[in-house]
C-alpha cells in the first residue's frame, strides 16, 4: 500500500498525523516505519483499535466518512463507497459473515482432528512398521504439529498479499493431498515426511482464520464469532482420539488418513461455492480492476496499486512481517509465551490419554473405550466456548461503557483470571485422582476443567491478538502461532519419560504450578502495559 498523501486521508479514518510516541519507540526501526507507512492506507473501516484515533479519543464506532472524501479528492482513487458500502465485509449480513465464518471454521476443525486422530493407531503403525522406539513412535504424531510452528510463517503472511479465500482453498488442497499420501504410505520415513508436509497445509487455516473475523466482524461482535472460531482448534484435537480409536479398533490405521481426506474433500467443494473474499485492499483490487475494464481508463487504481511494487517485494514484506512482529513487539511476545505453555500442555494431555486408559496397571480399557475419555476434553472446550460466548462480549461492552464508551482491546482480559484457576485446578485433580486410581469419572472431571481454562485462555487472548492487530491479524497470528506449535511438537515427546519419572501426580502437579507462575503476571503485564504498548506500536490499530 502506499505512503498516504499529505491532503488525503486513510480508509480506515485515522487521522493522518501520526501516532504520538510511535517514533520514540525502541523497537519502531526506520524499515518497520517504512512498511508501515506504505501498507497503512487502506484498513478495515470500524477496526478495533480504531475507535481510538492518533489522539485515542474516538470511539470505536463514530462514523466516518474518510473514504468518501478520499474519493472526492482524487475520483480515480478506488476505495470504499463511503462507511456504509455493502461490499465491505463489515457491513454484510449476518447470515453471509456467519457462512463464511463457518467455512473457516470447518477448515480449522478438521485440520486439528488429523493431528491426533493417529494417537489411538500409534500401536498399529509401531507394529507394521517395526518400529521400536517410543520417540519415533510419538514423532509420526508430533511431526504434524512442528509444521504447524512453520507453515504460517510463510503460508498466513500471503493471505495479505492474495487474499483470505485463494490462500485457504490451495492450503486445505495442499493438505488433501498428503494426508492422502500419508494413508498410503509404505515405511515409517514416508509417514513422518507426508504428516509433515499435509501440517504445513493444515496450519493455514489456524493463522488465516484469524484475519477472516477481523475482516468480516467489529470489536462488539468479535468475542462471540472469536468463540465459535476457536473451538476448532481445541475441539478438534479431543474429537480425533476417539474417531481414531474406533477406526483403528474395527479397520485399520489408513482408514484415520482416508476418513479425514473424504470429509476435507466435502469441506474444498463448500469453501470453492460459498467462501467469499473478505480482505479488503483484495476486495477493493477487484473493484479497481472491473472500473478499468468497463471504462478503458487505466488510472482506476487503489492506493496498494499506486506504489506499483514487484510480487517479489510484496512478498518480501509479508513474509517478513511475522518475523518482525515476533522480535518487536513485547505483546506478542508475552501472548506467544503463555499460549505456547498452555497449548504444548494439551497435546501433552492428548498424547498420554491412551498411556493412562488402557495401562493395565491403571484403567486396563480397550483402545475404543479408553478413546471415549477424550470426550471429557472436548466437554471442557465446548463449555469453555460457551462462558466465552456468553460473558466475552458482554464485558467488552460492559467495560467499554465505563470507558465513556471507547472501546480497548484490553477489555478482553479480565475472564483470563478465571481461566488462571481454571487450567492447574483441572491438572491438580487429573494427576492425583489418576495417580490414586480413583474412579474414571474423576480423572475426567479434571480433564474438563482444564478443557474449560484452555479454552477460554485462548479464545481471550486470541481475540486480544485480533483487536491489536486487525490489518495484520494473519501474520500476528503466524508470529504467535510459533512459539505455541513447538511446544505442541515437544510436550508429547518428553511427556512418558515424564510420567515414569514423576508418575501422574507429581509431574501434573509441576505443571500446574508452572501454568500459575505464566497465567498470573501475563494478563497483569497487558491490562498495564498493553495500551501504551499499542501506541507505542507501528502495527497496532490504537
Known sequence: MTEQDPQSTSLSGDSPDPKPNRADSSFNSEDVKREVEVEGGIANERDVGLEEASTGQQPLEKPTTAT???????????????????????????????VTMSIVSMF??????SSTMVAPALPSIAAEFHITSEFVSQLTLSIFILAYAIGPLFLGPLSENY?????????????LVFNIACGVSQSTGQLIAFRFLSGLGGSVPLVVGGGVLGDSFRAEERGSASAIFSLAPLLGP???????????????????????????????????LFLRETYAPRILKTRAKKLRKAT?????????????????????????????LLTTQPIVQVLSLYMAYIYGLMYLLLSTFPMLWTDPHYYNESTGIAGLNYISLGLGAVLGAYICVFLNDRSYRSLKARNNDIGKP????????ITTICLPAGLFIYGWTAQTHQHWIAPNIGACIFGIGNMMTFQCMQTYIVDTYTKYAASAMAAVSVLRCLTAFGFPLFAPYMYNSLHYGWGNSLLAFISLGLGIPAPIFLWKFGEKLRKASPYAAG
Do not use: H
Not at 245 to 259: D, K, P
Not at 298 to 317: D, I
Open 296 to 324: 478503458g481508463d487505466p488510472s482506476y487504481q487503489t492506493e496498494e496499486e499506486r506504489q506499483n511494487k514487484t510480487l517479489f517485494q510484496a512478498l518480501q514484506v509479508s513474509l517478513v512481517r511475522p518475523f518482525r
Open 108 to 113: 480449522t476443525l478438521i485440520s486439528p482432528i
Open 163 to 175: 487474499g483470505r479465500a485463494i490462500v485457504l482453498q490451495l492450503a486445505n488442497l495442499f493438505y
Open 238 to 272: 479431543s474429537l480425533g482420539p476417539i474417531m481414531g480409536g474406533f477406526i483403528s479398533e474395527n479397520t485399520t490405521w489408513r482408514w484415520v488418513f482416508y476418513a479425514t481426506s473424504i470429509a476435507t474433500g466435502v469441506m474444498q467443494v463448500a469453501g470453492v
Open 68 to 98: 468518501s472524501n478520499a474519493s472526492q479528492r482524487d475520483p480515480k482513487l478506488v476505495t470504499w463507497d463511503g462507511p456504509d458500502d455493502p461490499e465491505n465485509p463489515q457491513n454484510w449480513s449476518s447470515k453471509k459473515k456467519w
Open 410 to 417: 484490553e477489555f478482553r482480559l479480565p475472564l483470563l483470571a
